[in-house]
């Protein structure tokens, strides 16, 4: 880099708007999604709240919900169709404008630069833009809360040909167009993101860190965006054509012979199915989009607080890589029951099972890096313990619903529902919180309230818990997702107090989360000050920085890379770690 581009970078002042709003610098780019998704995470919880409320109690007249909600709730009964709008808005916000946006918009963008040993992303006005279209993205789902006419309602799968004919229900008409634009526009901006994420790590780590020296969160990262690169480009053009098939008279996903409001529609020729082999060929791997980096992130923080390297750093990476490649041949598996050959169904079951073996070896190198650890128990490491805890939990129904014999029986259950969740929300959502406990001093200059921190570890995990674990036991006992009033039949009433339970620990753990809300919100400003670079003691060159650190990250000169990152009580060395610019001694391995 140029002395006088350094200069730029290191010196000049910049305005409240320049430094904070319109930035181009990655850590507030970082920040900015991380805040913005907190936002939509609000909205997507509130909306499950209102979901397990009805849950609960389908058929108790409420005044107070009626005032709140005049048509959705008149009368005190909530309409059945503003139930699938929640659905279908809770999910979409929570899998793409939380989840996806955190993990690699917020930490993606956050730690790229400082763990590899660069001042910025390769292509920093690109991020900026690709936050601010994010947030378009967000403004336009929101929006798709207050359409007059409803919210969409195809799930947030958007299956066709409910998704294809604006007038199939009340909320498919300007609903869907929102949810559609909101989507390309989501897609757009993560493209650009993922662009710009493999870039800069393939190209500008510093000096002496080789890709065998990265933090498994930097590996995490690069591989998802790979995936990212590859996965959303179907979702936006499968995107694309249903738009035509809606506006353009075109029948890619509606086929001849559907009765509409007692008229066939002018369809023909197209196929529902195509509809779901491109979503799934696509949402299975945004799955591990989610997954990747929280368990990357995970095994860094637990690695630190084990203080022990991370139990065979090359099967993290090559498992993390084979996760990656198999994600895209499995989509399959959400379609066992769409009339496919059971020959394939055989052979999805098959690729499925596949992914099991290196999420097992992950699972076990996590098991492997705390047995015998002198384990610091800090809200960020408990949180990281969680989420391993809660991915296990999760992954293991993942094995009964990948076996399509078993899948269909339990398809389209609360079985399904307590499997993503645990695996693709509360996992992910842990790891999540883990982050920002952990590298909250790096972003703010302040620590969070550890005890605050634990509080809200142990209200989560134990909520969670009691939440997603007995909706395998709803699911087994037959209860569909997605219905509104699981009371209307008879074979499940004899369950309605699990679901009474569940809605009451689900209330628990959305409290909870306000606990963490507001010590974030205070921390920044109240918090105690991190006056050390390090206060973990953790090897990362993220922390050989100031909190905050400046505009440019380092110093004049960029550091130097000696060893790998896990260099946590090394024999024979006086202290339990070792930073990665720390140059290589008789003792040190790596
Ligand atoms: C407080 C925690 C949460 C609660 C109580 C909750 C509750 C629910 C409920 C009641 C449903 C509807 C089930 C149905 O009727 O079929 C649902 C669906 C869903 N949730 Fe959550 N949820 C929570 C957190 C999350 C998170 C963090 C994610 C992030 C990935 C998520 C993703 C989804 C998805 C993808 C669906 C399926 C939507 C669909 O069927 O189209 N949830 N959730
Ligand atoms: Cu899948």
């Not at 023909?268 to 779901?276: I, V």
């Not at 921190?453 to 036991?473: D, R």
Request: with cysteine.
């Amino acid at each position: 880099m140029s002395e006088s581009h350094t200069a730029e970078h290191t010196h000049h002042e910049l305005g409240f708007i320049r430094k904070y709003i319109f930035s181009t610098d990655h850590k507030i780019i970082g920040i900015q999604y991380m805040i913005t998704a907190m936002a939509m995470a609000v909205v997507g919880g509130f909306l499950s709240m209102l979901m397990r409320y009805q849950l609960a109690w389908p058929t108790t007249l409420s005044p107070n919900m009626a005032k709140l909600f005049p048509t959705a709730w008149a009368g005190g009964i909530m309409a059945p169709e503003f139930y699938i709008s929640l659905v279908t808005m809770h999910g979409t916000i929570m899998v793409f404008f939380l989840f996806t946006a955190v993990l690699t918009g917020g930490f993606g963008n956050f730690l790229i630069p400082l763990q590899i040993g660069a001042r910025d992303m390769a292509f920093p006005f690109l991020n900026a833009l690709s936050y601010w279209i994010f947030l378009v993205s967000c403004v336009v789902i929101f929006s798709a809360l207050f359409v007059q006419t409803g919210a969409p309602m195809g799930g947030w799968t958007s299956y066709a040909p409910l998704s294809a004919l604006p007038a199939a229900a009340p909320g498919q008409g300007t609903g869907v167009t929102l949810w559609i634009t909101a989507i390309a526009l989501f897609s757009a901006s993560g493209l650009m993101g993922g662009l710009n994420y493999i870039t800069t790590i393939l190209t500008m780590r510093t000096r002496g860190l080789s890709m065998m020296r990265l933090p498994l969160t930097q590996w995490s990262l690069l591989v998802t965006s790979v995936l990212g690169l590859l996965a959303f480009p179907v979702l936006l053009g499968a995107a694309i054509l249903l738009t035509f098939d809606r506006v353009g008279g075109t029948s890619f996903f509606v086929p001849a012979g559907v009765i509409m409001n007692g008229l066939p529609v002018d369809h023909s020729g197209g196929h529902p199915l195509l509809w779901q082999h491109l979503f799934w060929f696509f949402g299975h791997p945004e799955v591990y989009i989610v997954v990747l980096p929280a368990m990357g992130m995970a095994s860094d923080i637990l690695s630190t607080f084990c203080r022990k390297p991370i139990f065979s750093y090359r099967m993290m990476v090559y498992s993390m890589v084979a996760i990656a490649a198999l994600s895209f041949i499995v989509w399959g598996h959400h379609m066992f029951v769409s009339g496919m050959n059971p020959f394939l169904g055989s052979v999805f079951t098959l690729t499925t099972l596949l992914i099991a073996v290196p999420s097992a070896v992950k699972t076990f190198n996590w098991l492997g890096t705390v047995w015998g650890a002198r384990i610091r128990f800090t809200a960020a490491g408990l949180f990281s313990i969680g989420f391993v805890s809660m991915f296990v939990s999760g992954g293991l129904s993942g094995i009964f619903l990948g076996t399509s014999a078993a899948d269909i029986q339990l398809q389209d259950t609360y079985f399904v529902v307590a499997h993503f969740h645990l695996v693709m929300a509360i996992a992910p959502l842990f790891a999540a919180f883990g982050g920002i406990y952990f590298w909250f001093p790096k972003m703010f200059g302040r620590f969070m309230n550890e005890t605050l921190g634990k509080a809200h570890f142990w209200l989560s995990f134990i909520g969670a818990y009691c939440v997603f674990f007995p909706m395998h036991i709803l699911g087994i006992g037959g209860q569909m997702r997605r219905i509104y009033d699981p009371t209307q039949y008879l074979f499940l009433q004899a369950q309605q107090p699990v679901n009474v339970f569940i809605t009451l620990a689900a209330f628990v753990l959305g409290a909870s989360q306000l606990i963490f809300l507001l010590n974030f919100f205070i921390s920044i400003f109240a918090g105690k000050r991190a006056l050390d670079n390090n206060p973990w003691q953790a090897t990362g060159l993220e922390w050989t920085v100031p909190c905050p650190t400046g505009h440019g990250n380092f110093g004049e000169e960029l550091p130097v890379v000696h060893r790998w990152p896990f260099d946590y009580s090394v024999p024979g060395e006086k202290e339990d770690f070792i930073p990665q610019t720390v140059p290589a001694t008789a003792t040190a391995k790596h």
